[in-house]
């Protein structure tokens, strides 16, 4: 009996592809951050304030914001990846002076998965960033698309079919997925896939 490969688990980090003409999101997340860290605490927030940033005569970005906190949503990729991230984070209005409600959403994982490697990890920096991540496979949350870390609660971690679904339902070349880390030792994570 033959087995039958099975791909990789692969988890990524989303960030919108720069360029010229460029139209992104600055957000204003503090409480976001807040409530991330501290969930029992502080209140989900209603909406998130933000600011437009780039070219001006720009087309706004389906996925605006390389903020690892908050991923942005525009509502044409929110309708696409919708029905399958529902249920699994907080659906939160983005109010951007300037454009319409309902432009921009932003999409908060609610799990927080144990699924660090902590041993083959590098530390966590003041900022929560950890430039080298390795996950438990058998850990990883495969059910969900995003998830965070207790080690890192601040920061977006994508599961490979969500990030994939993210870069084929947005404008071609709009969207760069970075390898944070794969079950296969041949690839070849990203240099530093959670900085700027």
């Known amino acids: 009996m033959t087995e039958h490969a099975t791909a990789p688990v692969e988890v990524f980090r989303v960030v919108p592809r720069y360029h010229d ?4 999101v600055l957000l204003e997340d503090d409480q976001m951050l807040r409530w991330e860290l501290d969930e029992q605490a502080v209140p989900l927030p209603a909406e998130i304030p933000g600011s437009l940033h ?8 389906d ?3 390389s903020d690892p906190a908050s991923p942005v949503l525009s509502a044409a990729l929110l309708q696409a990846v919708r029905d399958r ?3 699994t984070g907080h659906f939160i209005p983005v109010n951007v002076p300037g454009l319409a409600t309902g432009t921009y959403t932003a999409y908060v994982p609610t799990t927080v998965a144990d699924c660090l490697d902590r041993l083959n990890s590098s530390a966590p920096e003041a900022t929560g960033r950890i430039r080298k991540a390795v996950f438990h496979q058998e850990r990883v949350p495969l059910n969900v698309p995003a998830f965070r870390l207790p080690e890192n609660r601040t920061y977006v971690y994508w599961n490979a079919w ?4 993210i870069e084929s339902s947005a404008a071609p070349g709009s969207v760069e997925l970075r390898l944070v880390w794969s079950s296969d030792p041949t690839a070849t994570p990203h240099r530093d896939p959670m900085g700027f």
């Open 21 to 24: 003409s460029f139209k992104g």
């Open 54 to 61: 780039g070219e001006l005569g720009g087309t706004p970005a």
């Open 63 to 65: 996925y605006p914001t």
């Open 85 to 87: 991230f529902s249920g």
């Open 162 to 165: 969500a990030a994939h679904l």
